[in-house]
């Protein structure tokens, strides 16, 4: 099936997701970028998912466990920083200087600005956040308050499966579930049961 057009949609809208080593951006590494491009048309595009290679890794240990994240493997297949700021530089410039979303976006900008302290020229100004989204719209009545704002629990509600904590996965679902958010308020759209 394909995607209906998201109406008030009129430009892609780049989503993003990382896994990092903890919770700060001055100490903890940032290890994985997904990213994947929401077309106007609602269709998830664009797939990529970069490894960051760090000449340490100072981690969490509880972090690592929630990721899975194997270091050593990682370190194998991981790419020094400047490629990777360069590598999401190009997949940004692809489509031009749009928007960044993802779900709870202030953690991930807070790491990606380590790896890009220009994020602002490379992504538009304006961002788009699912986890403040869908706050606004049960407060609405348009979500059931009971669902709560965490991913898994709107992907369920949407009826997507996936793995929690791998950067391109979260990323590609987070997009979808922005779609669904527009959609659910598109004129004529009945509130969910």
């Known amino acids: ?31 994985t970028v997904g990213l994947v491009t929401l077309t106007p048309r609602g269709e998830v595009t664009r797939p990529l998912h970069l490894r960051v290679r760090h000449e340490q890794y100072d981690v969490d240990e509880e972090a690592m466990a929630v990721n899975g994240i194997d270091l050593a ?32 976006l202030h953690f991930d900008t807070g790491f990606l600005r380590t790896l890009l302290p220009n994020l602002g020229e490379v992504f538009r100004r304006g961002r788009v956040d699912t986890k403040l989204t869908a706050q606004f719209l049960i407060h609405a009545g348009r979500l059931p308050r009971k669902l709560g704002t965490g991913l898994d629990g709107l992907a369920g509600h949407f009826g997507f499966e996936y793995r929690a904590h791998d950067a391109l996965e979260d990323a590609a679902v987070t997009a979808r579930v922005y779609a669904e958010l527009l959609r659910l308020t598109a004129p004529g759209e009945a509130e969910p049961s």
């Open 1 to 31: 099936m394909t995607p209906s057009r998201l109406a008030a949609l009129n430009q892609p809208i780049i989503f993003v997701d990382t896994e990092t080593g903890g919770r700060d951006p001055a100490r903890h590494p940032l290890l």
């Open 73 to 104: 493997a990682h370190d194998a297949e991981a790419r020094p920083a400047g490629e990777i700021a360069d590598a999401i530089r190009a997949y940004a410039g692809e489509v031009g200087r749009v928007m960044l979303g993802g779900h709870n």
